[in-house]
T-cell receptor, first 115, second 109 residues
Framework: GAGVSQSPSNKVTEKGKDVELRCDPI?????LYWYRQSLGQGLEFLIY????????KSGLPSDRFSAERTGGSVSTLTIQRTQQEDSAVYLC?????????????FGSGTQLSVL | EDKVVQSPLSLVVHEGDTVTLNCSYE??????LLWYKQEKKAPTFLFMLTSSGIEKKSGRLSSILDKKELFSILNITATQTGDSAVYLC?????????FGAGTRLTVKP
């Protein structure tokens, strides 16, 4: 597609439920990043995929968070047993080379609200 | 600990004013500093700076990096209501890209 696509754009869930957030990067981009942005905060790095390499999971805040990237393209971020503090905008970004080298193209994000 | 600090956190100006946004950083193995404009939810790229003292310019926006004093500024001249957004600064090192909390700019007609 023309840009990074994320779905859903908004998700309201109850505490304790699992949620899946989807990211479709720009075609041909080998690097994919997930960030979280809480209200009034900067972007918090979560996880980074580069090609077929093992992902950099160093930013995942707990073991309730996981992500996968199938076929080097679409990525899914899963949050299990959601908590109210998980409420945030989850942003996905992609780039052509990765390794943090260059500008990122961001999706419009998923606004997650945990009640 | 690596950190990126932006100031001010918020700024309200009137159309036609000139604004200067600040980003200071402390990171090991600095590689580059980037500025993004975030309207609604998706940040869009503005500038990437790697060398000190070289101004990058795009229309009414310009930015410069000082690697000795560890800061960058983003200038916007003749502001317009469409410049209202959160401006994010990000600093890249060998392993990570760390974002500041952003400056929320509001331009009033």
């Amino acid at each position: 597609g023309a840009g990074v696509s994320q779905s859903p754009s908004n998700k309201v869930t109850e505490k304790g439920k699992d949620v899946e957030l989807r990211c479709d990067p720009i075609s041909g981009h080998t690097a994919l990043y997930w960030y979280r942005q809480s209200l009034g905060q900067g972007l918090e790095f979560l996880i980074y995929f580069q090609g077929n390499s093992a992902p950099d999971k160093s930013g995942l805040p707990s073991d309730r968070f996981s992500a996968e990237r199938t076929g080097g393209s679409v990525s899914t971020l899963t949050i299990q047993r959601t908590q109210q503090e998980d409420s945030a905008v989850y942003l996905c970004a992609s780039s052509t080379q990765g390794a943090w080298a260059e500008k990122l193209f961001f999706g419009s994000g998923t606004q997650l609200s945990v009640l | 600990e690596d950190k990126v600090v932006q100031s001010p956190l918020s700024l309200v100006v009137h159309e036609g004013d000139t604004v200067t946004l600040n980003c200071s950083y402390e990171v090991t193995n600095f590689r580059s500093l980037l500025w993004y404009k975030q309207e609604k939810k998706a940040p869009t790229f503005l500038f990437m700076l790697t060398s000190s003292g070289i101004e990058k310019k795009s229309g009414r926006l310009s930015s410069i990096l000082d690697k000795k004093e560890l800061f960058s500024i983003l200038n916007i001249t003749a502001t317009q209501t469409g410049d209202s957004a959160v401006y994010l600064c990000a600093v890249e090192n060998n392993n990570d890209m760390r974002f500041g909390a952003g400056t929320r700019l509001t331009v009033k007609p």
